[in-house]
């Protein structure tokens, strides 16, 4: 399984950013589908998730504001971002669990200026 992501980039505060990743490969029964992010200098999180049923996910610090989806016909998974902040810069990863086995991204630079 490879996953590559797109959509990051530099973006004014308040503004939108939309994070797609795509899945391929030979597999199936994906478990779940999330976002992490690492900014400088802190430990990974978790940003949003969503699970094969369709339940979602989110840390506290972007409910209200990110929004996860999934197009199973299309092994993608995406992250709609409103209201970006400063503090949401940092370097989002894309994360697959398929058949219990965790896959990630190379990465996505996010940066917001205040």
């Known amino acids: 399984v490879q996953l590559v992501e797109s959509g990051g980039g530099l973006v004014q505060a308040g503004g939108s950013l939309r994070l797609s990743c795509v899945a391929s490969g030979s597999f199936f029964n994906i478990n779940r589908m999330g976002w992490y992010r690492q900014a400088p200098g802190k430990q990974r999180e978790l940003v949003a998730a969503?699970?094969?049923?369709?339940?979602?996910d989110y840390a506290d610090s972007v409910k209200g504001r990110f929004t996860i989806s999934r197009d199973n016909a299309k092994n993608t998974v995406y992250l709609q971002m409103n209201s970006l902040k400063p503090e949401d810069t940092a370097v989002y990863y894309c994360?697959?669990?398929?058949?219990?086995?965790?896959?990630w991204g190379q990465g996505t630079q996010v940066t917001v200026s205040s």
């Open positions: 994360n697959f669990i398929v058949a219990g086995i965790n896959y």
């Open positions: 969503i699970t094969s049923g369709g339940s979602t």
